[in-house]
């Protein structure tokens, strides 16, 4: 049988993920002709997955297509943007199976489906190389109401969602390291992009930033933007039941492993401190727990400290490509 020619791959599984949106032009034309909605600012990010780098080239088709899906959709959750399309670029292995493309892009409908977007352009070609996949995501704001990493204040509390560190073991569960908790692979496989505590956030908090490089050089980030030190109770960050077991046996460089490993997609932001009550509501509102693990203050960087103050040291804390 024929292999499947790109143009078919284009009309039988790209086209269907444009859900008619008039935007997308079915697919057809050179480009896609958006009209954002009134009243709104659109919110751009991209990001490039490969195979063997963002992903294990071991993994499941799903767990591909999610974590391109996911990391991008956790960059607009953190401008505090509700997600509208996205333009997809993806090299696909010269060898790789009809398949296995197949579960990429179902895996796609069904994120689509959940997180409510659709295709709206790109590309497809062929590559000696790894699966390469470049997303565009297309976000919509109020005018003036995106939340950007730059407004963080002295004084001002320091955020974060959910728990902090468990993508990083379910990696290591998944390369099979000792005493890693397999039930944490799924926070790695299919990361929960925070976007209906972002689109919460707006007015609310002052920065935000998602955790994708690790709390540490998250927390940098947030502080370099702001021209603030963010101060960091270790032991306050919030913990799974499983990172916390695991930590138990894992000595004491274990936490800033936890603190400095990747791929969370939690939200850190800053809030003044009378929105406290108002930010705890909204943790019971958007299903997810938000703990205040510390405060902005006056000079630069992150300053880690254990519960009696003393000092953490993170080293250069977080992942960096180059
Ligand atoms: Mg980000």
């Not at 896609?32 to 993994?59: K, N």
């Not at 109401?145 to 204040?153: D, E, H, I, M, W």
């Not at 890693?180 to 299919?190: F, K, V």
Request: with cysteine; proline share 5%; net charge negative.
């Amino acid at each position: 049988m024929a292999r499947r020619g790109e143009f078919d791959l284009v009309r039988t599984r790209l086209v269907p993920l444009t859900r008619n949106h008039k935007a997308a032009l079915g697919l057809n034309d050179d480009a896609a002709v958006l009209d954002p909605p009134a009243g709104c600012e659109l919110v751009l990010a991209c990001d490039t997955l490969v195979a063997g780098v963002h992903f294990l080239q071991t993994d499941p088709p799903e767990v591909a297509a999610m974590r391109a899906m996911r990391s991008n959709l956790s960059d607009l959750a953190a401008m505090g943007a509700d997600p509208l399309g996205y333009l997809s670029a993806i090299a696909w292995p010269r060898d790789i199976a009809e398949t296995w493309q197949d579960r990429f892009l179902a895996a796609w409908a069904g994120d689509q489906e959940r997180f409510g977007c659709v295709l709206l352009g790109g590309d497809t070609t062929s590559t000696p190389g790894p699966l390469t996949v470049t997303l565009t995501l297309i976000g919509t704001v109020p005018d003036g109401r995106a939340v950007t990493r730059a407004g963080a204040r002295a004084g001002e509390d320091v955020w974060v969602s959910g728990s902090i560190g468990d993508a990083a073991l379910g990696l290591a569960a998944a390369q099979d390291e000792a005493g890693a908790p397999a039930a944490l692979r799924h926070r790695y496989e299919c990361p929960e992009p925070r976007l209906a505590l972002g689109r919460a956030l707006r007015g609310l908090a002052t920065a935000a930033i998602d955790v994708s490089d690790g709390l540490v050089a998250d927390a940098r980030h947030l502080a370099g933007a702001s021209g603030v030190a963010m101060e960091i109770d270790a032991e306050a960050v919030p913990l799974s039941a499983d990172a916390g077991t695991w930590l138990e046996s894992a000595g004491e460089r274990g936490l800033v492993r936890l603190l400095t490993a990747g791929d969370d997609y939690e939200l850190l932001f800053t809030a003044p401190a009378e929105c406290r009550g108002e930010i705890d509501a909204l943790a019971g509102r958007a299903g997810v727990p938000l703990t205040r693990i510390g405060h902005a203050g006056e000079g630069e960087g992150v300053r880690l400290r254990d519960r009696s103050g003393r000092p953490v040291e993170a080293g250069a804390g977080g992942f960096t490509h180059f």
